[in-house]
């Protein structure tokens, strides 16, 4: 996995506003849908807003097949999250075939990240739907250098086989106080190239 925080660190000095920004360790916590919906819900029911961004990674049996999924929510009044607006993603293999190198995250140009009490009342910036929804893969890390945040995956993400459910990241999210904006982020791994740009939605900064 060494190879994949190399290239990590490298792309966010890239993205970096200002170069000299230390790095932050964001606090990620494991979470149950729907859950944490609470957060951002008094029915505990939320209604979303869904993009997926294409990976172009080369050598799949069919293009458009890998794709990074980009969710938004809006908190309603009476909920920890009123008034912001919540982000989640989702890394999908589910749909490839064919040879790929392994992917280990995402780095996106976020912003400022709000704060909520995602899991038994405490205060987290991130949250990992790991029961209740889509995935096998949870995060590592997600490390935050200025407005710049990379997530590392707790174990790659890699073709095996023929399409696949299971190859997909859990959906892992945080929220902020701005509404979206399109932008280009970016995913790791450990092939060459060692990135590959991607349509994502980010809170407006």
Known sequence: MRIFKVVAAAAAALLLASPGA????LTVVEVNAPAVNCVFNTTCTITVSDTVGYIALPYLAAPRT???QSRTFTGAAGTPGAGKTGYMYRISLTEAAGTADCLGGLVLNF???AKLPYQANQLADVFV?????LGTISLKSAE????VIVFELKKQLCL???PDIKNTTFFFGLAADAVPMAISAQIYSAGTPPLYN?????PTH
């Open 22 to 25: 230390r790095a932050q360790l």
């Open 66 to 68: 890998a794709w990074l």
């Open 111 to 113: 912003g400022p990240v």
């Open 129 to 133: 739907v790991t029961t209740g929804g």
């Open 144 to 147: 935050k250098f200025g407005n």
């Open 160 to 162: 095996a086989g023929g």
């Open 198 to 202: 991607v349509d994502a939605r980010v």
